[in-house]
């Protein structure tokens, strides 16, 4: 669409979009005029209506872009940007009349028409609105035939247990627990209702600022007595549901003989995350990762974190068990399993915040993260551990690291619920402390290499140096040798 170049087609924009009554428009123009327009642009006017707060600095950008479509549906204004995906966006929006903040997942303009997106958005609606439990997002209404069709949501004002880790640094052991125990109770009740999630992960749990957990994105959820084709991939075969680095060993052969067991199996992946800042097996590639899966057990996570008593690690590693059989049998063990070190504990999850709270917001809600002084460990307050790097990085090939909200939201709706081999991607990794950590690995490669150069060419000169010095002595022996033949004493 095209960008406004003139007030008026501004003012127009702003009508068109709904956000609006003509009222508001009238009032503020006039009080614009008022003022005295000047050379103000209609970036500018924008910009100004922003600064009133009569829209949000994400509307503003894009009416200033000529985009005014969809920024109203519904009953839902759209405010923010807080996430995207294969299938869809997510926004932070706001009931018109209630005034309640919700997150709404869009399906993507080019999916809009498709009716296996659609009946997957239906069918991740419904198999959360049977739900009613304290750690599971909530789903409040969905219209499939609106175009595009969306999702509206229970808002979550927190972060995903992935950006804890990037942000902030590894948890102790009692922060751990209490976040175990919660996702544990979500995933009994879940698995009560006769659903097994197949994408529990780090990026699919959101704690908020009362240390509450939440379970979000049902988008792959699988249904007891499921018959429908709605797992299967575009082009109607079975695929790998779920993301490599937590997905269960038979989930990753058939993703659609799977009960609750292979969801303990994710969250002991995801529990083991939240000590060592790195999935239970790091081998570069899916396929690497995905035999090892199948052949080998972790290394045990008190090998790693020397605090965590064996005992705990032992509880982990059963929820890792490469056959069901050897895990706990239902989510309700693991919760009981995790009860001995689930003990509250001073600054969780107050620690964690307080260390965004200083965090600018732009029009997307990004965040900037202040860096610790230099030697200063990564460590926030009492209820946090210090970060491995790896935590920094993600381990899928091709994730973009894009941050959302910190502020005021941070909600990591995961929506590539289409079929896919190494699922959903990271929200919010930090980009700045990610490309810190390529750039150095980078500046090595480079000393390496021109280390390796400079050895090369000394071996070389030093070649031909002797070379040039066993000519000479040569050609001397020759002679001395020739001499002695002609002239025999």
Not at 38 to 55: I, K, Q
Not at 87 to 107: C, D, N, T, W, Y
Request: with cysteine; glycine share 8%; hydrophobic share 45%.
């Amino acid at each position: 669409m095209a960008r406004p170049v003139t007030l008026t087609e501004a003012i127009a924009l702003v009508r068109k979009s709904g956000l609006l009554d003509d009222g508001a428009v009238k009032a503020f123009v006039a009080l614009i005029r008022r003022q005295g327009f000047g050379g103000m642009t209609p970036d500018g006017f924008l910009a100004r209506m922003a600064e009133d707060e009569l829209l949000t600095p994400f509307q503003a950008k894009q009416l200033s872009e000529g985009r005014w479509r969809g920024l109203v549906l519904g009953n839902y204004h759209l405010k923010a940007r807080i996430g995207r995906g294969g299938m869809g966006q997510v926004f932070l929006g706001e009931h018109s009349k209630l005034r309640r903040p919700v997150a709404i997942k869009v399906l993507n303009t080019n999916l809009a028409d498709d009716p296996l997106a659609k009946a997957r958005l239906v069918r991740e609606a419904s198999a959360t609105a049977a739900l009613d439990h304290p750690h599971i997002v909530k789903v409040y209404d969905i219209d499939a035939e609106h175009m595009p069709p969306y999702l509206v949501m229970e808002y979550v004002d927190g972060l995903s247990l992935q950006a804890v880790v990037a942000l902030t640094g590894t948890l102790r052991v009692e922060a751990m627990a209490l976040c175990g125990r919660q996702i544990a109770s979500g995933l009994a009740h879940a698995s009560a209702a006769g659903l097994v999630h197949r994408d529990i992960k780090p990026a699919n749990l959101l704690l908020d600022r009362f240390g509450v957990v939440k379970i979000l994105d049902l988008g792959i959820v699988l249904l007891r007595e499921e018959t429908s084709h709605l797992t299967v991939d575009l082009d109607g075969q079975p695929s790998i549901l779920g993301t490599v680095d937590y997905l269960a060993p038979e989930q990753a052969v058939d993703s659609h003989n799977v009960d609750g067991r292979a969801d303990i199996y994710a969250l002991g992946g995801t529990l083991y995350f939240l000590l060592a800042g790195q999935p239970p097996f790091e081998e570069v590639g899916t396929s690497m990762r995905l035999l090892r899966k199948q052949s080998t057990d972790p290394k045990p996570i008190h090998r790693l974190r020397p605090d965590v008593p064996e005992d705990l690690s032992a509880v982990i590693a059963k929820m890792l068990a490469r056959h069901p059989a050897d895990r706990y049998q239902t989510a309700q063990e693991v919760a009981e399993a995790l009860a001995p070190w689930a003990t509250p504990i001073p600054g969780f999850p107050e620690d964690l915040f307080g260390q965004l709270a200083g965090a600018e917001s732009s029009d997307e809600f990004r965040t900037k993260v202040k860096p610790n002084s230099p030697g200063q460990p990564q460590v926030n307050g009492s209820s946090v551990h210090a970060m491995l790097p790896s935590s920094l990085v993600p381990t899928d090939p091709g994730i973009e690291l894009s941050p959302v909200c910190a502020t005021r939201l941070i909600v990591t709706l995961s929506d590539r619920s289409l079929p896919t081999e190494v699922g959903l991607p990271y929200s919010k990794i930090d980009r700045k402390q990610a490309q810190s950590v390529l750039a150095n690995r980078r500046r090595q490669y480079r000393i390496a290499a021109v280390v390796c150069s400079v050895l090369l060419i000394l071996s070389f000169v030093l070649a031909w140096a002797l070379g040039a010095f066993a000519r000479p002595v040569g050609t001397a022996t020759s002679n001395v040798y020739q001499a002695r033949v002609s002239f025999p004493e």
